[in-house]
């Protein structure tokens, strides 16, 4: 088992900047990979960035140049850290993680609202 909690999200204006953080309690050292989704009001909920536990990144179109997801081992923490924010962004943030056995865990999300 693993337990997920999200910190860092709040109010911003655009073009401002915010550092999310999800820290992984529990069964962490069998994690491989870790993302974060966001899901806006009335929208599907959709992949913004990933990390393998190698250290290989990746992200969706809409955030790549904007933001940085990292990762570190040691403290078992994932970061996004999120940079030239517009209101498209705002959204609850989840991390999710998925173990080398193929079982996934998700956080309760963190909201970002960016204004206008």
């Known amino acids: 088992q693993v337990t997920l909690v999200e910190s860092g999200g709040g109010l911003v204006q655009a073009g401002g900047s915010l550092r999310l953080s999800c820290a992984a309690s529990?069964?962490?050292?069998?994690?491989?990979?870790m993302d974060w989704y966001r899901q806006a009001p009335g929208k599907q909920r959709e992949l913004v960035a990933t990390v393998t536990n190698g250290g290989g990144t990746d992200y969706a179109d809409s955030v790549k140049g904007r933001f940085t997801i990292s990762r570190d081992n040691a403290k078992n923490t994932v970061y996004l850290q999120m940079n030239m924010l517009s209101p498209e962004d705002t959204a609850i943030y989840y991390c999710?993680?998925?173990?080398?056995?193929?079982?996934?865990?998700w956080g309760r999300g963190t909201q970002v609202t960016v204004s206008s």
């Open positions: 529990g069964s962490r050292s069998s994690i491989n990979s």
């Open positions: 999710k993680c998925t173990r080398y056995y193929g079982d996934v865990y």
